[in-house]
């Protein structure tokens, strides 16, 4: 059982960045990915970005060139650099970890990017 907490979220205005981590409970480095996922009201949750073990890195396009999910082993730590924010990154963040036939989500941090 793995335990993930996310931390960060808060409001911003359009433009600002925000620096969101999910720290797990156990080994990150035995995960075959972690990823941040978002979900805004009414709408379905959403990937945002992944990190494999081996460091390869997959972004939704409407992310590139804004965002950067990074990685800790040492910290077991994994965190999602947000840059150029806009009102339409406002969502629930979530952390997930994928360590193979099991997945364990977070609790979820709010972002909300005024304009």
């Known amino acids: 059982q793995v335990q993930l907490v996310e931390s960060g979220g808060g409001l911003v205005q359009a433009g600002g960045s925000l620096r969101l981590s999910c720290a797990a409970s156990?080994?990150?480095?035995?995960?075959?990915?972690m990823g941040w996922y978002r979900q805004a009201p009414g709408k379905q949750r959403e990937l945002v970005a992944i990190?494999?073990?081996?460091?390869?890195?997959t972004y939704v396009d409407s992310v590139k060139g804004r965002f950067i999910i990074s990685r800790d082993n040492a910290k077991n730590t994994v965190y999602l650099q947000m840059n150029n924010l806009k009102p339409e990154d406002t969502a629930v963040y979530y952390c997930?970890?994928?360590?193979?036939?099991?997945?364990?989500w977070g609790q979820g941090t709010q972002v909300t990017v005024s304009s």
């Open positions: 997930r970890g994928r360590y193979e036939l099991w997945d364990y």
């Open positions: 156990g080994s990150i480095s035995s995960a075959d990915f």
């Open positions: 990190i494999t073990t081996g460091g390869t890195t």
